[in-house]
């Protein structure tokens, strides 16, 4: 692998606008019959990335990454690795390997035989080939079960396998489809950090599919969001759950509150909005400005609200209400809180006191406010 | 253990009867001494004796075990190609006929695809001068049992995984390459059982061989069935008893050797997530 000299770089590369873009995809639609699987994508992914396509069932994600990978065919739009058109290139001719959501390990070969199917093809001698074979077969640590079938290994250790068989070309880009998906939690996380170590190593080029946000917020280093084919945001994982630009990545990427209004005066980048549903007005940043009466909704997640027994100063963001729910997770407690026109809050209250000790903040029928910083709020606009 | 209630063992014995009496006769009656089949007339080995003289036995079983192993060989390439057309092409001009034409010997009387061929090669004999014996029973018989292969092979490939296959093209094998390294490799169990059930049909077919056969060309069912219309000889209780005997035999040897794979299977299976832990 190439150094890079320690990446003297000024900034992140997406955001040079300069910068060539590794895959390049332009305007890419699909159909199948009267369905659009993916409408009218266009996306940029750099060298080097961890790029994760985030989305539920049914967003046209792994469309999206078949494409890439040569078994579907755009109806609309092009693909560009690395500068080339990708249109009429079998899935056998391209700079790309995949590791597939199943694994899809061939059955009837050794874990050797596996990683090594692909380095067949490769010019190389059969010495090269078989110590290609044990470096990958000792970087995901499966040395002594080289000689055993998939079916004589777990769900990890096939999942192993099959990250091995898909670097075992040294592709320009690895395409993972829900590579985490089959395992139980503990491994999850093992892995999740496995798979940066590796790509930190090899440096290569990953696009992810999930359709887990926890995922792809510590994998990646941006994520586009997905919905019914279309993204909906590109950004980095700080981004996309501080700065949702829509409803639907702001309740997509954790759990958020809206509390829908109108706009009633807007200026020096704050927007006042008179929320009808609480009966008071909030004041929140915002980047551009926004017409009166416009339609909008205060967005804040629930770790940034503070939930307090006592009424705030004038001026501050706040609403009032009664406890209804009251969840303890240990680090954290998740309260719902019902405000006077019925609607439903979740805060998130960490739990920095121990239990037991001292009064807790506010138990069932309690009634409380809850506020929050105009900084830790967004502003969503329809 | 719960007892089993005397209904349900009468019932038992009486199932396991209608299945075995018949056969265990059949042997019982393979060691006659008399000449006749239904009269006792003591134990010998005389039957056997005069089985192994008769050379006509030999020649038809030679002949159909011959003409087995073509038809089995030939109906499982073409049946293979046929199951892979139907699982893989969902649409192409013809498919709807094609797929009917491909399982119609299935549902097709036996008569009417015998007499079917029996007009063919009479036409074909006309134009050609092929004599019907050998080779028209192959065909025949390839005809109908490659449409066995055919549903087995695209009920396996129906039920396999294609990313399997999409795996081995991204790593760089070409569609023919895919075919010979991962999908024949899986499909391979299929492939065995449509080969074993069209090599049994073909053993024993009776009517198809009857319309398609020529002088000469006597397989082994037709020989028993001929034999048979002069009363049934201790001879051919033998020979019965003789295959029977290896039917068995082999039947038990897979049984064995299957539930050795089996218990191996398990013990990988529990070893894989041990060393997991």
Same mark, same amino acid.
């Given at each position: 692998?190439?150094?890079?000299?320690?990446?003297?770089?000024?900034?992140?590369? $997406?955001?040079?606008?300069?910068? !060539?873009?590794?895959?390049?995809?332009?305007?890419?639609?699909?159909?199948?019959?009267?369905?659009?699987?993916?409408?009218?994508?266009?996306?940029?992914?750099? !060298? /080097?990335?961890?790029?994760?396509?985030? /989305?539920?069932? /049914?967003?046209? !994600?792994?469309?999206?990454?078949?494409?890439?990978?040569?078994?579907? #065919?755009?109806?609309?739009?092009?693909?560009?690795?690395?500068?080339?058109?990708?249109?009429?290139?079998?899935?056998?001719?391209?700079?790309?390997?995949?590791?597939?959501?199943?694994?899809?390990?061939?059955?009837?070969? #050794?874990?050797?035989?596996?990683?090594?199917?692909?380095?067949?093809? &490769?010019?190389?001698?059969?010495?090269?080939?078989?110590?290609?074979?044990?470096?990958?077969?000792?970087?995901?640590?499966?040395?002594?079960?080289?000689?055993?079938?998939?079916?004589?290994?777990?769900?990890?250790?096939?999942?192993?396998?099959?990250?091995?068989?898909?670097?075992?070309?040294?592709?320009?880009?690895?395409?993972?489809?829900?590579?985490?998906?089959?395992?139980?939690?503990?491994?999850?996380?093992?892995?999740?950090?496995?798979?940066?170590?590796?790509?930190?190593?090899? /440096?290569?080029?990953?696009?992810?599919? #999930?359709?887990?946000? &926890? +995922?792809?917020?510590?994998?990646?280093?941006?994520?586009?969001?997905?919905?019914?084919?279309?993204?909906?945001?590109?950004?980095?994982?700080?981004?996309?759950?501080?700065?949702?630009? #829509? !409803?639907?990545?702001?309740?997509?990427?954790?759990?958020?509150?809206?509390?829908?209004? +109108?706009?009633?005066?807007?200026?020096?980048?704050?927007?006042?909005?008179?929320?009808?549903?609480?009966?008071?007005?909030?004041?929140?940043?915002?980047?551009?400005?926004?017409?009166?009466?416009?339609?909008?909704?205060?967005?804040?997640?629930? &770790?940034?609200?503070?939930?307090?027994?006592?009424?705030?100063?004038?001026?501050?963001?706040?609403?009032?209400?009664?406890?209804?729910?009251?969840?303890?997770?240990?680090?954290?407690?998740?309260?719902?809180?019902?405000?006077?026109?019925?609607?439903?809050?979740?805060?998130?209250?960490?739990?920095?006191?121990?239990?037991? +000790?001292?009064?807790?903040?506010?138990? $069932?029928?309690?009634?409380? $406010?809850?506020?929050?910083?105009?900084?830790?709020?967004?502003?969503?606009? &329809? | 253990?719960?007892?089993?209630?005397? %209904?349900?063992?009468?019932?038992?014995?009486?199932?396991?009867?209608?299945?075995?009496? @018949?056969?265990?006769?059949?042997?019982?009656?393979?060691?006659?001494?008399?000449?006749?089949?239904?009269?006792?007339?003591?134990?010998?080995?005389?039957?056997?004796?005069?089985?192994?003289?008769?050379?006509?036995?030999?020649?038809?079983?030679?002949?159909?075990?011959?003409?087995?192993?073509?038809?089995? =060989?030939?109906?499982?390439?073409?049946?293979?190609?046929?199951?892979?057309? *139907?699982?893989?092409?969902?649409?192409?001009?013809?498919?709807?006929? %094609?797929?009917?034409?491909?399982?119609?010997?299935?549902?097709? @009387?036996?008569?009417?695809?015998?007499?079917?061929?029996? *007009?063919?090669?009479?036409?074909?004999?006309?134009?050609?001068?092929?004599?019907?014996?050998?080779?028209?029973?192959?065909?025949?018989?390839?005809?109908?049992?490659?449409?066995?292969?055919?549903?087995?092979?695209?009920?396996?490939?129906?039920?396999?995984?294609?990313?399997?296959?999409?795996?081995?093209?991204?790593?760089?094998?070409? @569609?023919?390459?895919?075919?010979?390294?991962?999908?024949?490799?899986?499909?391979?169990?299929?492939?065995?059982?449509?080969?074993?059930?069209? %090599?049994?049909?073909?053993?024993?077919?009776?009517?198809?061989? =009857?319309?398609?056969?020529?002088?000469?060309?006597?397989?082994? @069912?037709?020989?028993? %069935?001929?034999?048979?219309?002069?009363?049934?000889?201790?001879?051919?209780?033998?020979?019965? =008893?003789?295959?029977?005997?290896?039917?068995?035999?082999?039947?038990?040897?897979?049984?064995?050797?299957?539930?050795?794979?089996?218990?191996?299977? *398990?013990?990988?299976?529990?070893?894989?997530?041990?060393?997991?832990?």
């Amino acid at each position: 692998m190439p150094d890079d000299g320690g990446k003297p770089q000024s900034g992140p590369i $997406w955001l040079d606008a300069a910068a !060539k873009p590794f895959i390049s995809i332009e305007g890419v639609t699909k159909r199948f019959g009267s369905f659009t699987a993916v409408d009218n994508v266009t996306l940029k992914v750099f !060298k /080097g990335e961890l790029f994760a396509l985030l /989305g539920g069932s /049914g967003c046209g !994600k792994s469309t999206l990454l078949r494409m890439l990978a040569g078994f579907e #065919t755009p109806t609309e739009g092009k693909i560009l690795i690395d500068g080339q058109d990708m249109a009429g290139i079998p899935p056998y001719e391209r700079p790309v390997n995949m590791m597939f959501q199943s694994y899809a390990l061939f059955p009837h070969m #050794t874990v050797e035989k596996n990683i090594g199917y692909g380095l067949k093809h &490769e010019n190389m001698s059969d010495a090269e080939r078989a110590d290609r074979v044990k470096m990958l077969i000792d970087l995901v640590q499966l040395g002594q079960f080289a000689q055993r079938k998939p079916h004589q290994l777990s769900g990890g250790q096939r999942q192993r396998v099959a990250l091995a068989r898909a670097l075992a070309k040294q592709p320009k880009l690895l395409l993972l489809d829900e590579p985490l998906g089959a395992l139980d939690k503990k491994l999850r996380e093992q892995t999740q950090f496995e798979l940066m170590n590796i790509q930190d190593k090899v /440096g290569i080029t990953f696009i992810v599919v #999930t359709h887990d946000q &926890e +995922e792809a917020m510590t994998l990646a280093t941006r994520i586009a969001v997905m919905d019914k084919g279309v993204i909906r945001q590109t950004g980095t994982p700080t981004e996309i759950y501080e700065y949702p630009r #829509t !409803k639907f990545v702001a309740d997509f990427i954790g759990s958020i509150n809206q509390f829908e209004g +109108e706009v009633k005066s807007s200026k020096k980048g704050f927007v006042t909005v008179s929320v009808p549903l609480t009966n008071t007005e909030m004041t929140v940043p915002h980047d551009r400005d926004l017409p009166e009466g416009s339609k909008v909704a205060v967005a804040v997640r629930p &770790e940034k609200l503070t939930i307090t027994r006592k009424a705030p100063a004038k001026g501050v963001n706040a609403v009032t209400g009664t406890v209804v729910d009251l969840g303890y997770f240990g680090k954290d407690s998740l309260y719902r809180i019902k405000l006077a026109s019925g609607a439903l809050v979740r805060v998130n209250h960490v739990n920095s006191k121990r239990a037991g +000790e001292g009064e807790r903040v506010a138990v $069932w029928e309690d009634k409380v $406010w809850l506020t929050f910083d105009p900084s830790s709020a967004i502003l969503l606009a &329809e | 253990m719960k007892r089993l209630s005397t %209904f349900l063992v009468v019932m038992l014995c009486l199932g396991y009867a209608f299945f075995y009496i @018949p056969i265990l006769s059949m042997m019982f009656f393979s060691f006659n001494k008399s000449k006749l089949a239904t009269v006792w007339g003591g134990f010998s080995f005389d039957p056997y004796v005069r089985l192994f003289k008769t050379n006509a036995v030999w020649d038809a079983a030679g002949l159909s075990l011959m003409i087995a192993v073509i038809s089995a =060989t030939f109906a499982t390439i073409l049946g293979t190609m046929a199951g892979m057309a *139907l699982a893989r092409f969902k649409r192409f001009p013809g498919r709807t006929a %094609f797929s009917g034409l491909v399982t119609s010997p299935l549902i097709m @009387p036996e008569v009417i695809t015998g007499i079917s061929l029996a *007009l063919l090669f009479i036409g074909i004999g006309y134009a050609t001068g092929l004599m019907r014996g050998a080779t028209t029973i192959t065909i025949a018989h390839i005809t109908f049992s490659m449409s066995y292969v055919a549903v087995i092979v695209q009920s396996r490939l129906a039920s396999m995984d294609r990313s399997v296959e999409e795996a081995a093209m991204d790593l760089g094998s070409k @569609p023919a390459q895919v075919l010979f390294d991962v999908t024949l490799p899986i499909i391979a169990p299929a492939l065995v059982s449509g080969w074993l059930l069209a %090599f049994t049909l073909s053993l024993d077919d009776v009517v198809i061989t =009857t319309f398609t056969n020529g002088p000469g060309s006597t397989t082994l @069912p037709l020989y028993i %069935f001929g034999q048979a219309r002069l009363g049934v000889k201790p001879e051919m209780n033998a020979l019965a =008893t003789i295959i029977v005997t290896l039917v068995g035999t082999g039947v038990a040897i897979a049984g064995i050797l299957m539930h050795r794979a089996e218990q191996k299977r *398990l013990r990988d299976e529990r070893q894989a997530y041990a060393a997991n832990k």
